[in-house]
């Protein structure tokens, strides 16, 4: 009795399947013919507000028992699977493989894209305003230890544009060979990795000197190469490169987020949930930054993030990189960028994009 009712189960779950193959199949076509009045038109093929609408109405409308976020994933491999049709995507990233930047590229394009790492963030920069690559990926700041400063000062003159943004939770894993912490005389890591697990290093390896790599997974390669070394990763470093998992979860703070930056030429249209960032100098003048900042009050809109950079023109003299909500073609942005204009001695425009839900965002819904 249970038999043939488990028979007929599968025999149904395999007539679904054929059924979900065919659907694909047919989504792909049309994707494809999407793609095909996109480039006669010369439109832009990748637009990322348009996969969020989607992932958004599927998951809204969603019954179960299926999960949400299992949808998501699904749903963004089709996405990504059917952009791949209508043209190739190259994707620049800070690499090698098995970054945290790999990882969040991978969730933000999925898995249907052709990636290009790179060593460096100027790299990735370089690889979108010269066409090798449509898009490109890097790290921007992390919610512990601030802004990446390689990243804020490639803007200063890049012509790429932010086109999107995303949020990575990030927990680092001490890796070696053996996968006994005993046996590391020596770490590897990156900088802000680093610096995310000081207190741990302190307390757990005292005087084991830690050797600064240029990322997570140039340092997981360098520890699979001596049994004395260890490396501060992620676990997916650990299965590249072979090694084990020492002790897992070293980050000092567990709500550890780093914000990546989506490189492109073209600018995005509004979505009405957009973010917009720029770089503007003031005259040394007193109430000189102030001013500038009244107008976004004035404006209506509101701030989210301001920082200063030195100009490197010459000594004391510092850049604004700002963020805000709000799109450039919006009326009340146009209105303060105008007046801006004639209160800043620089001011660029750096992009417009969707803003991103991020865990824990009240207004995500």
């Given at each position: 009795?249970?038999?043939?009712r ?9 007539r ?6 065919r ?10 013919e999407i793609?095909?009045?996109k480039?006669?038109e010369?439109?832009?093929?990748y ?5 969020k609408?989607v992932?958004?109405?599927?998951v ?7 999960p ?14 059917c952009?791949?049709?209508?043209r ?9 493989e ?25 790299g990735v920069?370089?690889a ?6 449509h898009?490109?990926v ?5 919610s512990?230890?601030?802004v990446v ?5 490639m803007?200063?003159s ?5 086109v ?10 001490l ?6 912490r ?5 770490v590897y ?12 290093l ?39 490169y072979g090694?084990?998992v020492?002790?897992?979860g070293i980050e ?5 987020y ?6 492109g030429?073209e600018?995005?249209?509004?979505t009405?949930e ?7 100098s003031?005259?040394?003048?007193v109430g ?9 009050a004035?404006?209506?809109?509101n ?5 200063s950079?030195?100009?490197?023109e010459?000594a004391?003299?510092?850049l604004?990189?700002?963020?805000f909500e709000?799109?450039?073609e ?10 801006l204009?004639?209160m ?8 417009s994009y969707p803003r991103y ?6 207004h995500?819904?």
């Open positions: 009795m249970a038999g043939d488990l028979k007929a189960l599968r025999e149904e779950i395999d679904l399947d054929q059924e979900l193959l659907l694909l199949n047919l989504r792909a076509q049309k994707a494809w793609g095909e009045i480039k006669g010369g439109l832009p093929l637009i990322p507000h348009r996969e609408e992932l958004e109405r599927l809204k409308a969603n019954p179960g028992p299926f949400s976020d299992a949808l998501e994933v699904v749903f963004r491999e089709v996405i990504s699977a952009l791949a049709l209508q190739p995507v190259k994707v620049a990233y800070l690499g090698p098995a970054t945290h930047t790999h990882q969040a590229a991978l969730e933000y394009f999925g898995t249907s894209v052709e990636f290009l790492p790179v060593r460096f963030v100027e920069f370089q979108v305003e010269r066409g090798q690559a898009y490109g890097v790290p921007f700041e992390n512990t230890e601030g400063s390689s990243t804020v000062d803007f200063f890049s012509s790429a544009r932010i999107g943004e995303m949020y990575l939770r990030v927990s680092h894993h890796l070696c060979l053996s996968g006994d005993r046996d590391v005389e020596k890591s990156h900088p802000q990795a680093t610096a995310q697990c000081k207190k741990w302190s307390l757990h390896l005292p005087g084991v000197p830690v050797v600064d790599v240029s990322s997570t997974a140039e340092a997981a390669s360098r520890a699979a190469q001596d049994p004395r070394s260890g490396a501060i990763a992620s676990k997916t470093a650990a299965l590249l090694l084990k020492a002790q897992a000092d703070v567990r709500e550890n780093t914000r990546f930056l989506v490189l030429r600018g995005m249209e509004p009405g957009d973010k917009t960032s720029l770089l503007f003031v005259p040394h003048e000189a930054l102030c001013r500038i900042l009244q107008v976004f004035q404006e209506g809109i701030l989210t993030k301001i920082e950079r030195p100009s490197k010459k004391w003299d510092y604004f990189y700002v963020d709000g799109h450039a919006e009326d009340k942005v146009k209105e303060a960028l105008e007046k204009k004639g800043a001695l620089t001011l660029k425009v750096l992009g839900r991020k865990e824990g965002d009240e995500e819904g």
